[in-house]
């Protein structure tokens, strides 16, 4: 059975050095920035971009989008760019 939305969000928070959450939520913009750190993505953490900046790049950066145009990323990411992301941190474990 594939691991639900919820988990997927705790297993990358975990591995990016922040806490799992209690209740189902959407990445704050500080999990973002550090998802973005853990693939390489650079960002300005003394002003953060938007959270679809961020996404995209992280897409951009596991290899789910061509370019980091936040255009592509309006919405919270889906299960399958999760599992994505995941699998990516996992193989820099």
């Known amino acids: 059975m594939s691991p639900t939305v919820d988990a997927l969000r705790n297993e990358i928070r975990v591995s990016v050095g922040r806490y799992e959450r209690e209740y189902s939520t959407a990445f704050t913009k500080e999990a973002l920035a550090a998802i973005c750190e853990a693939v390489g993505?650079?960002?300005?953490?003394?002003?953060?971009?938007?959270?679809?900046?961020?996404?995209?790049?992280?897409?951009?950066?596991?290899?789910?989008?061509?370019d980091d145009d936040p255009a592509a990323t309006e919405n919270a990411f889906r299960k399958g760019e999760l599992q994505a992301v995941a699998e990516a941190l996992r193989d820099e474990a």
Not at 44 to 64: C, F, H, Y
């Open 41 to 66: 993505y650079d960002v300005d953490t003394n002003r953060l971009p938007s959270k679809p900046q961020m996404r995209a790049g992280i897409l951009w950066k596991v290899g789910e989008l061509d």
